[in-house]
C-alpha cells in the first residue's frame, strides 16, 4: 500500500477480493471475521484516500447456518466495503465511473442491474468519458487462457457500441492475470492481482516467485484525460 501511495494517486478502485475467501464451504463465521480484520488493519495504511469498491467472488460468505446471519451473502461485503450498492456510479473530475456486479449466474449481470445500466449509460450526456469496471473481465487475453469472463459479454458488447462516445474503459481483475485488449474503441483491462499466486510462491507454471504464470504481484496506476484518453500502467511490487 505504502507503494501505492509513492504514485500520488487521487482516490482507489478496489477490484474485489478484498478478503482471502469467504466462500468455500468450511469457512467458519470466525474466519471470515478473522479475513476483515485483516482487510481493515491493511486499510490504515490508506486512511483519507477514497476508495470504491466491487465485490469478488471470495468475498460473500455463502456457508453460514442461516440466511438470516448478518454476515451472509453479498450485502454484508457492501457493508463492509462501504459501498453504497452493490452496483453504483459516482463523478470525479468530469469523468463518470460504474462499478458493477458479475457475482450471478453463470458470471453476468441480472435484469434489474442490466436495465438500470443500460438507462444510466442512455441518460449521460454525449460525450461524458466513462469508465466500467466488475470483478470478472468482459473481454481479454487472460479468458482465452483461464476462462472466468462474462458470460453476457456480448450483449455488453453491444451495450458499450451503442454508447460508445462514452465508454472508454472497463476495467477487472478475477483471473490475476495482466492483459489490455482494445475493441470497438473500449480498453478492457485486466489488472492482475495484488496477491499474485494467491500469496504463495508459485507453481510450475509461474515465471517467478509469486507469479500467476506469466504476471507477477502487483497493481495498475490509471491516468484518465479529459479528452477520454486512458493510460493504464501495471506496476510489479517493489517497483
Given at each position: 500500500?505504502?507503494?501505492?501511495?509513492?504514485?500520488?494517486?487521487?482516490?482507489?478502485?478496489?477490484?474485489?477480493?478484498?478478503?482471502?475467501?469467504?466462500?468455500?464451504?468450511?469457512?467458519?463465521?470466525?474466519?471470515?471475521?478473522?479475513?476483515?480484520?485483516?482487510?481493515?488493519?491493511?486499510?490504515?495504511?490508506?486512511?483519507?484516500?477514497?476508495?470504491?469498491?466491487?465485490?469478488?467472488?471470495?468475498?460473500?460468505?455463502?456457508?453460514?447456518?442461516?440466511?438470516?446471519?448478518?454476515?451472509?451473502?453479498?450485502?454484508?461485503?457492501?457493508?463492509?466495503?462501504?459501498?453504497?450498492?452493490?452496483?453504483?456510479?459516482?463523478?470525479?473530475?468530469?469523468?463518470?465511473?460504474?462499478?458493477?456486479?458479475?457475482?450471478?449466474?453463470?458470471?453476468?449481470?441480472?435484469?434489474?442491474?442490466?436495465?438500470?445500466?443500460?438507462?444510466?449509460?442512455?441518460?449521460?450526456?454525449?460525450?461524458?468519458?466513462?469508465?466500467?469496471?466488475?470483478?470478472?473481465?468482459v473481454f481479454g487475453a487472460t479468458p482465452g487462457l483461464?476462462?472466468?469472463?462474462?458470460?453476457?459479454?456480448?450483449?455488453?458488447?453491444?451495450?458499450?457500441?451503442?454508447?460508445?462516445?462514452?465508454?472508454?474503459?472497463?476495467?477487472?481483475?478475477?483471473?490475476?492475470?495482466?492483459?489490455?485488449?482494445?475493441?470497438?474503441?473500449?480498453?478492457?483491462?485486466?489488472?492482475?492481482?495484488?496477491?499474485?499466486?494467491?500469496?504463495?510462491?508459485?507453481?510450475?507454471?509461474?515465471?517467478?516467485?509469486?507469479?500467476?504464470?506469466?504476471?507477477?504481484?502487483?497493481?495498475?496506476?490509471?491516468?484518465?484525460?479529459?479528452?477520454?484518453?486512458?493510460?493504464?500502467?501495471?506496476?510489479?511490487?517493489?517497483?
Amino acid at each position: 500500500m505504502k507503494l501505492v501511495k509513492k504514485h500520488k494517486v487521487d482516490f482507489l478502485l478496489n477490484g474485489g477480493d478484498s478478503i482471502h475467501a469467504a466462500d468455500y464451504d468450511d469457512i467458519t463465521h470466525a474466519k471470515v471475521n478473522e479475513q476483515w480484520v485483516a482487510w481493515f488493519d491493511c486499510m490504515e495504511e490508506l486512511k483519507g484516500y477514497d476508495m470504491y469498491s466491487c465485490i469478488g467472488n471470495h468475498d460473500p460468505w455463502w456457508a453460514a447456518p442461516e440466511k438470516t446471519d448478518p454476515m451472509y451473502g453479498k450485502e454484508y461485503v457492501v457493508k463492509q466495503l462501504k459501498m453504497p450498492h452493490r452496483y453504483y456510479s459516482f463523478n470525479r473530475k468530469g469523468w463518470h465511473f460504474i462499478i458493477l456486479d458479475g457475482n450471478n449466474p453463470k458470471i453476468s449481470l441480472d435484469d434489474e442491474q442490466y436495465q438500470w445500466l443500460e438507462k444510466y449509460l442512455n441518460a449521460l450526456p454525449e460525450g461524458t468519458p466513462t469508465l466500467l469496471m466488475s470483478y470478472f473481465p468482459v473481454f481479454g487475453a487472460t479468458p482465452g487462457l483461464v476462462g472466468g469472463n462474462h458470460s453476457d459479454n456480448k450483449k455488453l458488447k453491444d451495450l458499450f457500441y451503442r454508447n460508445r462516445d462514452k465508454v472508454r474503459v472497463f476495467l477487472s481483475g478475477h483471473n490475476h492475470l495482466y492483459d489490455k485488449v482494445l475493441y470497438n474503441g473500449v480498453w478492457y483491462c485486466c489488472n492482475g492481482a495484488m496477491s499474485g499466486f494467491w500469496w504463495e510462491q508459485g507453481d510450475k507454471e509461474s515465471a517467478g516467485i509469486g507469479y500467476y504464470q506469466e504476471t507477477p504481484p502487483g497493481f495498475a496506476i490509471l491516468k484518465l484525460f479529459a479528452d477520454g484518453t486512458v493510460e493504464n500502467e501495471y506496476y510489479p511490487h517493489g517497483k
